[in-house]
């Protein structure tokens, strides 16, 4: 559930930036975008807070904070559109169908899945051009794919540890938390397919694919922080000072 602290987060994030003229074809936005594509039971979104600490520590002090987007604060970016319960119901992964969102926007004066799925691409697309974020999921990869900014991970770990995981977190039966995880990758692999055309576990859609069978969200964090570090010198400081300990 989406708490107020990250959707008030997530708007005074747009709305800082509301007045930015859009030009996609500048080389450089303000910082990174990071995008994340995760097998369920993977702990994206603890991973990522990690990664924005990581990131907040060595950003140069001129340059904007960092912010974590997913599917849940996307779509109350949307909200603007007066529709939270169909947003809810339209938006569900396993849910993507051309002919029912044509007839959905024909009969009923609402805007389909599509129209929303546009709507959020062009959300995913402008925080991007931004910078300084991570986007979980939502095909933000593939959306983002011609920016020079974006970055492009995977997380995946053996099915086995996930169950192991996804249980204890949410004290399920591990039967249960197994069906739960392949209901979910299997909607989100159908999301990519029907919306892009595209295969999720395609390595070539990403920069970096991460298993992280062992790892601790902090260790997963300074792997995937240090390879981006490299990446983008400009905007990160390798050699950030902080309580008198060079990071």
């Not at 594509?37 to 907040?56: M, V």
């Not at 991970?153 to 039967?175: G, H, Q, S, T």
């Not at 969200?217 to 390798?238: C, H, M, T, Y």
Request: glycine share 6%.
């Amino acid at each position: 559930m989406l708490t107020l602290g990250e959707l008030e987060k997530c708007r005074r994030y747009i709305e800082s930036h509301s007045g930015e003229k859009m030009n996609y074809s500048r080389q450089f936005p303000a910082g990174p975008c990071i995008t994340i594509s995760r097998e369920t039971g993977t702990c994206a979104k603890c991973i990522s807070e990690e990664l924005i600490k990581f990131f907040t520590d060595r950003s140069y002090e001129d340059k904007p904070g960092w912010t974590l987007l997913d599917k849940n604060i996307i779509a109350k970016v949307l909200e603007e559109y007066n529709l939270p319960g169909v947003l809810e119901k339209l938006m569900e992964e396993e849910k993507i169908s051309f002919f029912g969102s044509f007839l959905n926007e024909m009969f009923s004066g609402l805007p389909g899945q599509w129209t929303l799925i546009k709507k959020e691409s062009e959300t995913i697309l402008r925080a991007a051009y931004m910078g300084n974020v991570i986007i979980i999921g939502r095909g933000a990869n593939i959306v983002t794919q011609n920016l020079s900014n974006s970055f492009h991970i995977r997380l995946v770990a053996p099915l086995n540890e996930r169950v192991k995981k996804f249980a204890e977190i949410y004290k399920l039966d591990p039967v249960k938390a197994r069906e739960i995880i392949e209901h979910q990758d299997s909607s989100r692999m159908k999301y990519i397919s029907t919306v892009f055309n595209k295969k999720i576990d395609d390595p070539g859609l990403y920069n970096l694919i991460l298993n992280i069978k062992g790892l601790s969200n902090r260790e997963i964090a300074e792997i995937l922080g240090s390879v981006i570090l490299k990446k983008f010198p400009q905007f990160l400081n390798r050699k950030k000072v902080r309580n008198n300990i060079i990071i």
